[in-house]
């Protein structure tokens, strides 16, 4: 997860270890727990892009997707629906 290689394969601006991450979280929580009332919140800059865009389905893909997941789960017995 820390590779120039992951981190290009997965966009990223650079790579960053789980670590890293967890530093960089922490760090965020102290600030942002003794900033002042009303401030905007500190947000760590984090390498991987700022907004990913999501897949929309449509109701029918939906309704495929959910019956093939009952017909092959493993846990075809406990039924939502």
């Known amino acids: 997860m820390g590779s120039h290689t992951f981190a290009s394969v ?3 601006d650079y790579p960053m270890t789980r670590a890293e991450m967890i530093a960089m979280a922490s760090y965020a929580h ?3 727990s003794v900033r002042e ?5 500190f947000v760590p ?7 990913q ?3 929309t389905i449509t ?3 939906r309704a495929l997707h959910e019956a ?4 092959y789960s493993a846990f075809g017995q406990l039924r939502t629906k």
Do not use: I
């Not at 800059?45 to 907004?51: A, G, I, M, T």
């Not at 093939?68 to 017909?71: P, Y």
């Open 68 to 71: 093939q997941l009952r017909k």
């Open 10 to 12: 997965a966009g990223w």
């Open 45 to 51: 800059p984090w390498p991987w892009p700022e907004e």
């Open 59 to 61: 109701p029918e893909d």
């Open 37 to 41: 009332q009303g401030s905007t919140p």
């Open 30 to 32: 102290a600030v942002n």
């Open 53 to 55: 865009s999501t897949e």
